[in-house]
């Protein structure tokens, strides 16, 4: 099928082409630009092209190919850096130069290479839909193949393949490969959703205590510039406990992902003692690459995630940020000509970040294991000011909020998560779990610990006006052991070996402040000055 | 490939810098036209948006004196680019790249689009040999360093341009490879500013080239030559080995250049009234800072951002901080009390300092000397407000001390004057405050 461009504006082309079928992918131009059918008007059909438009003419042509924008799904990708369409960096970079021009297609996956291939089911067994078939070793995990039929398998291999060899056949003819394609915005289908119980240990104390994240839940954390996002964000992924880690560079920089797959290669996972890189797959889309790719990007890198959580793993994303995905959905919203909501972002951006977030979730996978994928995003607002629609309507699904606050970080207090302002709807799930495996002290701690601080808040008022020399012995007390709790409990510096804290550690830190102050307030009681007792 | 260039008369609509063409057989976005003047001037234009054979053209330059019926547009089948060749440095253009020196164009080497392609950023070079500003607030405590971008947030009145004077004359880098050059990029520059920058350039001992586009000239232009100036930097820096420090100043006038072109456009404004697009708009520019693995040169990036009202959350300087690796930010506080430069350390930041520092870069101690500066400093500007409501007296011992450092450290460690300091004078200075101070 084939039309000619009518009309070009900013990312999207508009075609004269009959047959179309929504959410179509097509090649525009001579060079063969990839994109999107997004809109259909009786003989005319809107594209959403997701590489730059400049040079594009009229009159060029349009070719579909009747099938919707996917991803590839098999083994190697994890190591991978992939752009929004999932299109391998590293291997543009060696066929195209350190520059990255638009219409070039190479395949996310290397069809050559040859995997160890260890089959789980014979010949003559049956086998369903999803179910596993073998495996593969990628790295340290064992990568499951899944069957896309149901029947009897008649022939299935073992030994090396490689993702063009057929792994498996069935009886009357249909064949099973080490590699699919899903189309990115469909969700991939699990037998049920589980409800969450297990904590995601992130190794920052102020999460893990005080507002802690459930394997399976979707956190946001939005703050200006300069409050530590993406240094947070790259914390979690280099120590929280989990399997695998898909990591989403959404309109950043690209100087620091430069850094950070440096910083990836050299790094070991305090769980596993592994490379990090090896269980990371990353999808980078800097502010200066494609605008509508950056929009694919999210979906790209969810889909990858989801893959993976169907082997029955613990997976993780992380996306850096937000607000560019949602910026980049305005700007394709408005060259298509529609009516603006608030701050001119579409009125369909909270229905959108619903659908995505409910992507995340512990569930029950088609082949019977259990699986989970969890969100951490974040969210950078313009002037730092939340009451913008992108933070807005992502709270309204988000099961945590850790706000990030300018003042904190001003006072270079990192992580700047805000202690009062942040809330995690998981807490009382997971409690348990802490009690039961870590510290039974662990609800009592988190509890002194918040009280120590919201005194503090309130007798610093007090101390701004009558000055700390004005306060009583037992508040100055209260006001130094909370400083602590700020300074060594609550602050963890991103590049030393505190950086991560387990949970033995983080609870044993806070108890041992705890029992300072409560011995410290003995001693004040028998009468001992503060003096005497900050000393001994 | 057209075989001859279309010359049509059919514009039926003319808005400030845009003009609509009708009738029109072949066009292609981005492509770049030239407009023809009823007495036979000629001027350039870019093709932005087709719709069926209606095209929406923008021009480079003033429309003053354009009407419909006798005036022509050329379409020229190519996008906009930029002629390139070693013997740009030591010039000066406008903005629209015509040398205003006075010498005669060079002949090109080769003919660049000037939109540039982006970096794959697999082929980044992790950013981290250290640049000394000789300026102790940003090589102590914001460090730069290569292939960084790394904007000074002023307000109106403050001495930025000293301040960007100042490190363009003082920059030494790390290493001394391929040469040093300064790309220097004038947007909407009053002449006054400019000629005081034309005296710094002309005294400087490494090569430049300037773009200059002055406050009096076509707005359009201003889109322009910031992307001539980043081309000429990667050609300097990628093709011939050179690290390149580009200077562009204000980015304010850009941004509304930007807005001016837009609401002509009768786009959706955001806001402010600024484009929803500028985040990647100038995105566009900010990105092209950097280095690549396996290449000698690099593109570092300093551009200088006016706060309007003095507000950092105004759209202008919000969106560049969230794309730049950091911000350096002048205070009107610390310029009333006569200090230069008057950075004020804590709203500042350089995201890249950490792996440009250290044993290797600067010196083993930097980071905790600057940690501790920071620290010590914070606290004793917070006790400045407990200090404005109970007075000095009132205050414990240990916080008068808080005071004092706060103090002293503006007027001995930031504020330096014009005199350079090596990075060892910045670090040394710092110590020695800590240690009179007891705070090491």
């Known amino acids: 099928m084939m039309g000619r461009i009518k009309g070009i504006s900013g990312p999207t082309v508009s075609v004269n082409m009959k047959g179309l079928k929504l959410y179509d992918r097509v090649y525009v131009g001579h060079a063969m630009l990839t994109g999107e059918v997004v809109r259909l008007d009786q003989d005319v059909a809107v594209i959403q092209v997701y590489e730059n438009t400049k040079g594009l003419g009229i009159g060029e042509p349009v070719k579909s190919v009747n099938m919707p924008l996917t991803v590839r799904l098999g083994p190697g990708l994890l190591r991978g850096m992939f752009d929004g369409l999932q299109r391998p960096l590293e291997r543009l970079r060696e066929e195209m130069g350190p520059f990255i021009s638009s219409g070039t297609e190479i395949y996310a996956l290397d069809y050559l290479k040859k995997w160890s291939f260890s089959p789980l089911k014979k010949k003559g067994e049956p086998v369903t839909r999803g179910e596993i078939v073998g495996y593969v070793e990628e790295g340290p995990f064992k990568h499951f193949i899944f069957s896309n039929f149901e029947g009897r398998i008649s022939r299935i291999m073992d030994g090396e393949l490689s993702l063009n060899d057929t792994i498996a056949e069935l009886e009357g003819g249909k064949e099973i490969f080490g590699c699919n394609e899903w189309p990115v915005r469909m969700p991939r289908p699990y037998s049920r959703r589980l409800s969450t119980w297990e904590p995601l240990l992130t190794g920052q104390r102020v999460i893990d205590l005080l507002f802690p994240l459930a394997r399976g839940g979707t956190a946001i954390f939005p703050g200006g510039f300069g409050t530590g996002k993406t240094i947070l964000e790259q914390a979690i992924a280099k120590f929280a406990n989990t399997d695998i880690v898909v990591y989403v560079g959404c309109g950043e920089r690209g100087n620091e992902m430069a850094e950070m797959i440096g910083e990836f290669e050299s790094l070991k996972d305090p769980w596993t003692g592994k490379y990090l890189m090896e269980r990371t797959v990353l999808v980078v889309n800097t502010s200066n690459m494609p605008v509508a790719a950056r929009e694919a990007s999210i979906y790209t890198a969810v889909t990858m995630a989801e893959y993976y959580r169907d082997m029955g793993y613990h997976v993780l994303l992380l996306a850096d940020s937000l607000s560019r995905w949602a910026e980049a959905l305005r700007e394709i919203s408005s060259s298509l000509e529609e009516m603006p909501g608030e701050e001119g972002y579409p009125t369909y951006l909270a229905s959108r970040l619903a659908g995505f977030f409910e992507r995340a979730g512990v569930v029950e996978t088609l082949s019977g294991k259990i699986g989970s994928l969890t969100m951490i995003l974040s969210v950078s607002p313009p002037g730092g000011d939340f009451t913008e629609p992108v933070t807005q309507a992502c709270l309204r699904t988000a099961g945590a909020f850790f706000m990030l606050d300018t003042s904190l970080a001003h006072r270079r207090h990192f992580p700047a998560i805000n202690w009062f302002q942040s809330y995690s709807l998981y807490e009382k799930v997971i409690a348990r779990h802490f009690i039961e495996h870590v510290s039974l002290q662990w609800e009592t701690l988190k509890e002194r610990c918040r009280e120590l601080l919201k005194r503090e808040e309130s007798l610093r008022e007090v101390a701004e006006i009558v000055g700390s020399e004005g306060l009583q012995d037992a508040d100055r007390l209260l006001m130094k052991v909370a400083e602590m709790i700020r300074m060594e409990f609550l602050c963890q510096n991103a590049y030393t070996e505190d950086a991560f804290s387990p949970p033995e550690k983080t609870i044993a830190k806070i108890g041992g402040m705890v029992e300072y102050y409560e011995s410290a307030m003995a001693k004040l009681k028998q009468g001992i000055s503060l003096e005497e007792v900050l000393k001994g | ?440």
């Open chain 2, 1 to 440: 490939m057209r075989l001859s260039e279309y010359i049509y008369s059919t514009i039926s609509s003319i808005r400030g810098p845009l003009l609509f063409v009708e009738k029109v057989f072949s066009a292609r976005v981005g492509e770049v036209v030239r407009i023809r003047f009823p007495e036979g001037k000629e001027m350039e234009g870019e093709v932005l948006k087709i719709d069926g054979d209606t095209v929406l053209i923008q021009a480079y330059g003033e429309t003053r004196g354009l009407d419909i019926g006798n005036s022509s547009v050329v379409f020229t089948d190519s996008v906009k680019r930029a002629p390139l060749s070693l013997d740009v440095i030591g010039r000066v253009f406008s903005g629209s790249y015509t040398p205003i020196d006075g010498a005669p164009m060079f002949v090109p080497e080769k003919w660049v689009p000037v939109t540039g392609y982006p970096i794959n950023p697999a082929s980044r070079a992790r950013p981290e040999e250290f640049i000394e500003t000789g300026f102790s607030p940003i090589d102590g405590l914001n460090t730069l360093v290569k292939g960084q971008k790394l904007p000074i947030f002023s307000s109106a009145g403050l001495p930025s341009k000293e301040l960007a004077a100042a490190i363009l004359k003082n920059s030494r880098l790390g290493s001394e490879t391929g040469g040093f050059v300064v790309v220097f990029v004038a947007v909407g520059l009053t002449y006054y500013e400019y000629s005081f920058y034309t005296r710094v350039l002309e005294e400087m001992r490494t090569g430049f080239v300037a773009f200059a586009n002055m406050a009096d000239e076509p707005v359009v232009e201003r889109l322009l030559a910031p992307r001539f100036g980043l081309t000429v930097a990667e050609y300097l820096a990628f093709e011939k080995g050179m690290d390149v420090l580009v200077v562009i100043t204000d980015m304010t006038n850009y941004c509304d250049a930007l807005r001016e072109v837009s609401t002509a456009r009768e786009e959706l404004p955001g806001r402010r009234g600024y484009p929803g697009y500028m985040y990647s708009d100038l995105a566009s520019l900010y990105e092209r800072a950097g280095r690549i693995k396996g290449m000698a040169g690099s593109v570092t990036m300093l551009p200088v951002v006016t706060m309007p009202e003095d507000d950092i959350t105004h759209p202008i300087p919000d969106l560049t901080g969230y794309i730049t690796e950091g911000q350096l930010v002048l205070s009107r506080d610390l310029h009333q009390k006569g200090i230069f430069p008057p950075m004020d350390v804590l709203p500042s930041l350089s995201r890249l300092m950490q792996s440009g520092i250290g044993k290797g870069h600067t010196r083993e101690d930097h980071r905790k000397t600057a940690n501790l500066l920071y620290k010590y400093y914070a606290k004793g500007r917070d006790l400045r407000r407990l200090e404005a409501i109970v007075g000095r007296d009132g205050m414990a011992e240990a916080d008068k001390l808080m005071l004092d450092f706060a103090d002293s450290f503006e007027n001995e460690f930031v504020n330096q004057g014009v005199v350079r300091r090596n990075i060892q004078e910045t670090l040394d200075t710092g110590l020695n405050l800590l240690r009179r101070f007891s705070l090491e």
